[in-house]
């Protein structure tokens, strides 16, 4: 089953102070102890506001997690706490639109009410599901795609490792400023349509 195109988020994006962020962490699971091991955060024309690895304080190793984005125990052994990057991070989202790919995962390795003060957190990967359009019968939703694919689809040019949170963090920025652009050509082809069709001389009918 195809949803109909009237049913997907293709609403502009609207223009407002963005900033992308990502993490790397020890597993999969934040309830069950798991916890970030790098983070980085950039702002809307892609300048880094904190890009640092993050030492956890209770997790001593992830082999797992290791085999993927290759961070070791050895890489943070005197890196900052998570606690001790947490005022940067306070006033990098403050006011601010958090965009982050998974978000529902990522969220969930930080503090509770450390997004309270951002203007609002948006899934990066929720709305490139969208707007591709594939439909996910098994899910009843959007098929999800991993960022690789959504970078591969919009053409970015990666800029070192992917699953490092600062390659990571471009990628994503590169996802959604082409999804903006996408929204509001789409956008503008509409207005232009309904325009021209409210304009057209439509035939009166004569009253005999």
């Known amino acids: 089953m195809q949803k109909r195109l009237a049913e997907r988020d293709l609403t502009p994006l609207p223009d407002m102070p963005t900033v992308f962020l990502d993490i790397e962490t020890t597993g999969l699971h934040a309830s069950a102890g798991d916890e970030i091991l790098e983070l980085c955060i950039c702002d809307d024309v892609g300048q880094v506001i904190i890009n640092s690895l993050v030492k956890p304080t209770q997790k001593t190793d992830w082999p797992e997690a290791q085999a993927i984005h290759g961070i070791a125990p050895d890489d943070v052994k005197h890196a900052p706490t998570l606690t001790d990057l947490m005022p940067q991070v306070l006033a990098a989202v403050h006011q601010k639109r958090v965009v982050i790919y998974n978000s529902c995962f990522d969220v969930r390795f930080f503090p509770y009410g450390t997004f ?19 439909w996910n019968d098994y899910r009843n939703d959007w098929r999800w795609h991993k960022l690789s694919f959504a970078a591969a689809h919009v053409g ?20 959604w400023l082409r999804m903006a652009a996408s929204n509001r050509s789409q956008t503008s082809g509409l207005l232009l349509r309904y325009s021209f069709e409210f304009s057209r001389p439509w035939p009166i009918r004569m009253l005999s």
Not at 121 to 131: D, K, P, Q, Y
Not at 156 to 175: I, K, N, P, Y
Request: proline share 0%; glycine share 6%.
């Open 156 to 175: 970015h040019e990666w800029t070192g490792d992917a699953h490092r949170a600062h390659a990571d963090v471009l990628a994503t920025r590169s996802v």
């Open 116 to 134: 309270n003060a951002a203007d609002s957190v948006e899934c990066c990967m929720l709305r490139f599901s969208a707007h591709l359009g594939e």
